[in-house]
């Protein structure tokens, strides 16, 4: 679980969801202590079904987040989990929280999944944005959808040592988010195919969507 003060800045990964289980609820919540100290620094608070920051979490997990999952009555569910590359089989409520994001017009919370280089033993296949974006003030012609894009780690990153740089052959798009960047380094350019696949944009490029998937 991510958070930021505000669009534009800094994440922090203040806490984490785990299960030991795959196709089990056990899922546990618990913060981050050291990631905690820091985002509280500049405001962060908590998250407000989980109060106590020494407390491990275990019950009522899908209630407390359940305003961040698409609900099942809505006509543009299957539209909205395909624009994620989140309807593939075997797919539970956490796993679509993962690829989903579970973002809110209300809060700066994400939910970032560390993904694997598979899943059920398929390449892993999954939707991220660019990070840092407001900052590079890009032409809104810089990208189009489809084209290919291209990583490079940054490990000399002052302010992630995790930091992973996207690119459209040598030009600087942006970063990849924190929690999803530790993803790039499990993985070699080759075996990955990473494409634009969504785009806002309004007189200045505002968010780029990719797609990155584990050639199988």
């Given amino acids: 679980m991510s958070w930021r003060p505000g669009k534009g800045d800094g994440r922090y990964l203040v806490g984490i969801f ?14 981050i202590n050291d990631q905690v100290k820091e985002a509280q620094k500049i405001g962060f608070l908590n998250y407000p079904d989980f109060p106590d920051f020494n407390k491990e979490y275990s019950t009522n997990l899908k209630t407390a987040l359940t305003l961040r999952l698409m609900p099942k009555t809505r006509a543009d569910r299957n539209d909205y989990l395909s624009f994620w590359n989140a309807n593939g089989e075997g797919l539970d409520w956490f796993d679509e929280l993962g690829f989903t994001q579970g973002e809110l017009a209300t809060d700066t919370f994400e939910f970032l999944a560390e993904y694997p280089k598979r899943h059920n033993g398929i390449g892993i296949n999954f939707i991220s944005s660019i990070a840092a974006l407001s900052h590079l003030d890009l032409s809104p012609d810089c990208v189009k959808i489809g084209d290919k894009l291209r990583f490079e780690l940054e490990p000399k990153n002052q302010f992630d040592k995790n930091a992973v740089k996207i690119l459209k052959g040598k030009d600087l798009i942006g970063y990849v988010k924190k929690g999803h960047n530790l993803f ?9 195919e990473i494409k634009v696949t969504n785009l806002e944009k309004n007189g200045k490029m505002n968010q780029i969507y990719f797609s990155v998937k584990v050639n199988n």
Wanted: charged share 45%.
């Fill in 18 to 31: 785990s299960r030991e289980n795959s196709s089990g609820d056990d899922i546990v919540f618990k913060y």
């Fill in 184 to 192: 790039f380094h499990k993985v070699k350019e080759e075996e990955v």
